[in-house]
């Protein structure tokens, strides 16, 4: 099968509220009653988007990532957002790619330094390019959606779905809607911008404008939908390889290597 079906679940947060937020997702995706293959929540979601990781950060066999192993298994699907993480003393804005037989992860390479993320949480170095049902995927976090070196589909780091988990205020709003389709269309695949809704704990309100593009930038999820809202989206591949053969636009590209 080449298609993938994809729920996008657009959502108020509780501010520092993990039993709450989580407690919030599990009912929101127990409600799901079509099939789907990949559910996608916002960056931080069982926190909102807080500095204060040295109460709520979490080690990799906490609540956070308990809950969506268990979610993921029994809706048999995988779960992707990011949480607050601790290693080894450290915090990182972690995303978890949850499958029903284990998981993946990425560490936020670009820390928001205009909101001091970078004096709590440490930066990721290696992208994360996972496969679902034969797609491959790389799935970033917010603030990453600014540089487009760090996102560029290449030869060596090949995808077709570039998805990013956010936390996005509503005052960059047109920033945000105009470079999720740069994306799409620079590097010629789906793209997902999962966005929060409503105020947080420091009263930044977010529209949330969450999205689900083409490979030519065209939107394809209901853009009706705002506030709260749970969509499931079906997306081919044959189309998006058929696209790719005569656009064949990539072979032209450049090719590089990032120094970390």
Not at 17 to 32: A, Y
Not at 154 to 183: C, G, H, M, V
Request: aromatic letters at 14%.
């Amino acid at each position: 099968m080449n298609d993938l079906r994809i729920t996008l679940i657009q959502q108020s947060l509780f501010w520092e509220d993990k039993e709450k937020n989580l407690s919030l997702f599990e009912e929101k995706i127990d409600s799901i009653s079509e099939k789907t293959d990949l559910i996608v929540l916002p960056e931080m979601f069982s926190t909102g988007f807080t500095m204060n990781a040295a109460e709520l950060a979490e080690e990799m066999d906490g609540p956070t990532v308990s809950r969506m192993r268990k979610i993921a298994q029994r809706k048999n699907c995988v779960i992707t957002g990011s949480f607050i993480a601790e290693e080894n003393g450290m915090y990182y804005n972690r995303l978890i790619w949850m499958r029903p037989d284990g998981f993946d992860y990425y560490d936020k390479r670009h820390l928001f330094t205009y909101a001091k993320e970078d004096q709590t949480y440490r930066p990721g170095k290696k992208k994360l390019i996972v496969t679902l049902k034969g797609w491959r995927i790389l799935p970033l976090i917010c603030y990453d959606l600014r540089f487009p070196v760090w996102s560029r589909r290449s030869k060596k780091e090949d995808y077709d779905l570039l998805l990013y988990t956010a936390n996005w205020p509503e005052k960059r709003s047109f920033a945000w809607k105009q470079l999720l389709i740069a994306r799409a269309i620079e590097n010629q695949s789906f793209v997902v911008g999962l966005n929060r809704q409503g105020n947080d704990g420091n009263n930044i309100y977010h529209s949330g404008d969450s999205v689900l593009l083409d490979y030519t930038g065209k939107q394809i999820s209901d853009p009706t939908l705002n506030g709260e809202f749970i969509q499931t989206i079906t997306i081919y591949k044959e189309a998006l390889s058929d696209f790719r053969k005569h656009f064949a636009f990539f072979e032209d590209g450049d090719d590089f290597e990032l120094n970390n």
